[in-house]
């Protein structure tokens, strides 16, 4: 499932690599991309997951995927996470499930995209930011363990309604 | 205030304590937004341990973590806890991250 050849496996590969490339003494600039790089190596392993989520896995749609990928937006993704990080689901996404309850394999996917969004934000923008290579490597640990929780989670209704919020962000939840 | 005296009961909770390495020496938090305008909660762990990072304290960190987000979380109205996780060896008497 996750290759080498997939970009994320490829993304993670890299990340892990800046991570631990100065054993003794890690470069700021190292880590920062060690950070950025797991953040984004989260997001096109759930771009690519939901979009087979809702559109299967043919080969024939293949180029209609590819289509769909690029209508994933972060700020979407950032407000279906904050959704589907709580306990339970809003009633316009409720209803239609016949079940409000989130499995907790699926709101650690949100809380794990939000917290490598705010990092990767961190990482980029802010020069007063700091790493240490704990934190890093936790950042690993926590992208890699939201994948296993994906794949778990991902065949209940409520792993289809996050697939499709995180394309429609907060429309999914407009009543 | 309540989002803080929820945050600091999650973090003195059992299943918090039973991680043995690393253990939480140090917490700070302040309100903030996120990206997106929203209320949020930026938190500072400064956790005991030693280095280098290995997969059992990168475990504990993982599952302090996960108690801290999932605490927070259950209370409806509480904002996303953005958490920066510090760290201390355990030889050491200060100092937070590095």
Known sequence: MSGPSLLHAQLLDQARHLARKEPRRPLPSSLRR???TTYFALHHFLVREAVRSLLGS????????????RGFEP??????????????LPAPVAQPLATAALPRELRRVAWTYLTLRHHRLRADYDPAAEFGREEVELLLALAEEAMR???????????RAFALALLLGERIAAG | MEAKSKLNATLAAERIQVVPRPQVAHVEWEACRDELG???????????GAEPADAELIGGARTIWEALVEGVLEQAEA????????WRSADRHEGGGR
């Open chain 1, 34 to 36: 060690s950070v950025s």
């Open chain 1, 58 to 69: 043919s080969k024939e749609r293949a180029a209609l995927r590819e289509l769909c990928a």
């Open chain 2, 38 to 48: 929203a209320s949020a909660i930026a938190v500072r762990l400064v956790l005991v």
């Open chain 1, 149 to 159: 929780s994906w794949r778990r989670a991902r065949a209940a209704p409520q792993g």
């Open chain 2, 79 to 86: 904002p996303f806890p953005y958490v920066r996780l510090q």
């Open chain 1, 75 to 88: 700020r979407a993704m950032v407000a279906a996470c904050r959704r589907f990080a709580r306990p339970r």
